[in-house]
């Protein structure tokens, strides 16, 4: 028994979040093992990102969300309140998390995430919107993290690029032993790269691995009737079904 406690980055009991009258989370139980690449789904208002914001503190709640002592949160929030126009280039972004880094250690942040040294006196509005999707990862990564915390990682983007940043959330997990908590709305990469997968609609309509949860039933229940878009797995692949 100690020994599985001790592999527990996060465990979080009878967790009910809510905001002003209304009940966003009810009730919700799960944990997360170290180094575990762990997804949540569920429809648009279903208490996904209110789930993140009270992972990390920022809005009340009761029941129980208990870190690991070890553990170092970094966040990349589905929206940023950062005006990309400004004149702050990728370098002074990097620095505003901690301060000044040296060159080593600016390109070692970078190459965790694949990003060109090049980049570091460009404007963020210059970037690409996988390069910045990137910079906000390498943000997130500053000061020995390693449970990242990122809402939506693609939104926006297009396909190839999208490919690029699972498969960086990827190479994180793999090599540098990150956990991961990534919210998806693309069952597809849900298959393909998370461990277990959360379903969460204010409740939680389901927990396990990808295989197991992601059947048109389930989608069904956690969607509703209106979701017609299930996936099969066939050979590691997936094949989209109408």
């Avoid at 919700?28 to 690449?37: A, D, K, P, T, V």
């Avoid at 569920?42 to 009340?60: E, H, M, Y």
């Avoid at 009761?62 to 070890?70: D, F, N, R």
């Avoid at 939506?152 to 540098?176: C, F, M, S, V």
């Amino acid at each position: 028994m100690e020994k599985e406690t001790a592999q527990k980055i996060l465990t979080v009991k009878n967790l009910t979040v809510k905001l002003g009258e209304e009940t966003v989370i009810d009730n919700l139980s799960f944990n997360i093992s170290r180094g575990e690449h762990f997804m949540i789904i569920g429809p648009n208002g279903s208490g996904k990102t209110t789930l993140f914001r009270a992972l990390i503190g920022v809005l009340p709640y009761s029941g129980e969300i208990s870190w690991a002592p070890t553990s170092v949160i970094g966040y990349v929030p589905q929206k940023l309140d950062l005006e990309r126009n400004v004149p702050l280039s990728l370098r002074d972004f990097l620095h505003s998390k901690t301060g000044k880094m040296n060159k080593e250690e600016l390109e070692k942040y970078l190459d965790l995430v694949n990003l060109s040294p090049s980049l570091l006196g460009n404007s963020l509005g210059t970037l690409s919107g996988g390069e910045f999707q990137r910079a906000l990862v390498a943000f997130a990564l500053i000061g020995g993290t390693n449970v990242l915390l990122f809402d939506e990682p693609t939104a926006g983007i297009d396909e190839p690029t999208e490919q690029q940043i699972h498969d960086t959330l990827h190479k994180l997990k793999h090599e540098h032993k990150l956990t991961i908590i990534t919210i998806s709305h693309d069952l597809s990469n849900v298959y393909r790269h998370s461990d277990r997968v959360l379903c969460l609609n204010k409740n939680q309509v389901c927990l396990g691995v990808p295989k197991d949860v992601l059947k048109p039933d389930i989608l069904t229940d956690l969607y509703g009737d209106e979701h017609h878009k299930f996936f099969t797995h066939n050979h590691h692949d997936k094949h989209r079904n109408a």
